[in-house]
Structures are given as structure tokens and as C-alpha cells.
């Protein structure tokens, strides 16, 4: 049974960037073929994709993130990462990684814990 489980900071100050890594275990980050997937939720408000990498490398974003997203990995760590670049306290949101079957929302059949994220000076 696959497990996802979010690290990093809790607090970012503005203009900084956010970096999150989500380990995997249970499960290869390399073999079939999976999105490895950052969502958000921030407060009061819905869920938001904010991009994914496949197990080929590939990588997808949401379109009005990509020029601040950057989602890479470690094979040999079996992690993926997360980074927001010029983050702002709007960026303060639950950061969830999860495994998807598709591109998008929909097919997110493993979810991590999910990992407070705030911005502010």
C-alpha cells in the first residue's frame, strides 16, 4: 500500500520561495504510470492541481502557476519535490501530494497527510 507524507516548512516569508518534498514509500516513483501530484487548499477556499510529475520525468503545471512551479524528484530517494518561487501570503494553503491514475483532480487514489504552509513576514 502505497504512503505519501509532506516535509518542509510551515512558514515562508513573502518573495521567498516554497519548497516542499513528499517521500514515498511502498511504492516506486519510477514504475507505472502514475502523476505524482501537488494540490493545495487554502483557507476557506477549494482544492487546487497545481502540477504533477509523471514516472517517465515529464512534468505538467496549472497554467496559472506555471511561471512561479517548478516539480522535480529524487529517484533514489523516492521523493518528490515541490517549489513556489515569489510567494506571497495569498500562497498560505494545506499543500497535499498525492498519487493520480490521470492528469488533473480526478483518478487520486493516495493522498498524503497534507502540511500547513503559511506566508508571512
Known amino acids: 500500500q502505497v504512503q505519501l507524507q509532506e516535509s518542509g516548512p510551515g512558514l515562508v516569508k513573502p518573495s521567498q520561495t516554497l519548497s516542499l518534498t513528499c517521500t514515498v514509500s511502498g511504492g516506486s516513483i519510477t514504475t507505472n504510470d502514475y502523476y505524482w501530484t501537488w494540490i493545495r487548499q487554502p483557507p476557506g477556499k477549494g482544492l487546487e492541481w497545481m502540477g504533477a510529475?509523471?514516472?517517465?520525468?515529464?512534468?505538467y503545471y496549472n497554467p496559472s502557476l506555471r511561471r512561479r512551479t517548478s516539480i522535480s524528484r529524487d529517484t533514489s530517494k523516492n521523493q518528490f519535490t515541490l517549489q513556489l518561487s515569489s510567494v506571497t501570503p495569498e500562497d498560505t494553503a494545506v499543500y497535499y501530494c498525492?498519487?493520480?491514475?490521470?492528469?488533473?483532480?480526478?483518478?487520486?487514489?493516495?493522498w498524503g497527510q497534507g502540511t500547513q504552509v503559511t506566508v508571512s513576514s
Open positions: 510529475i509523471t514516472t517517465s520525468g515529464s512534468t
Open positions: 498525492a498519487r493520480g491514475l490521470a492528469l488533473g483532480m480526478n483518478g487520486l487514489d493516495a
